[in-house]
């Protein structure tokens, strides 16, 4: 037997004001995104933008369902919407925030299990990395220079050969 450990890099800022301009410009969609978010049953409100390779920005937010497990996160929605209308061009960064009304809007949310597991499939079939900005409406921001860092041995396409 034998022994690993996994550590990921994490970029820690300050606040938003810290960030490199295009990764600020990005955080600031995605937070202005949140106010489209249609969260009528949870209330936390999440954006999340993508930028492309060609340059375009797309944003995306969380949409409930009253059936419950029908309800899709602003991750997925932003991915799916980048490669139905922009099929085929690289998703280089995906920032994401919240609003949660009464709650800590100071700090950042990273993407749940589900979402991993997408970004992480975007992420290999464009063979391109994606940098997560992650950010509230204020405080530090966190920085991952790439998705597949937040799923740490993924199941993939590889494991089905
Ligand atoms: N949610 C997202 O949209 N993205 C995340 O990264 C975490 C959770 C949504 C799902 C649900 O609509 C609400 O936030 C509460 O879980």
């Known amino acids: 037997m034998k022994k690993k450990e996994l550590t990921i890099p994490l970029e820690i800022y300050e606040n938003a004001g810290e960030l490199p301009p295009a990764d600020a410009l990005l955080l600031n969609l995605a937070m202005e995104a949140t106010g489209n978010a249609y969260a009528p049953y949870s ?4 954006g999340a933008s993508v930028r492309l390779a060609n340059g375009k920005t797309l944003s995306g937010t969380n949409q409930e369902n009253a059936s419950f497990p029908a ?40 993407p749940c ?19 997560l900005i992650l950010g509230g409406n204020s405080g530090e921001v966190f920085i991952l220079s790439r998705a597949a860092d937040l799923l740490p041995l993924a199941f993939t396409l590889a494991e089905m050969k």
């Open 43 to 46: 209330g936390f409100r999440v």
């Open 113 to 131: 299990g589900i979402c991993r597991q997408t970004i992480s499939e975007y992420e290999l079939r464009s063979a391109t990395p994606i940098r």
């Open 71 to 110: 309800g899709i996160c602003a991750e997925r929605v932003v991915l799916s919407a980048a490669s139905a209308i922009y099929p085929g061009i690289e998703v280089t960064d995906l920032a994401i925030s919240f609003f949660y009304e009464g709650g800590n809007n100071a700090k950042p949310i990273s």
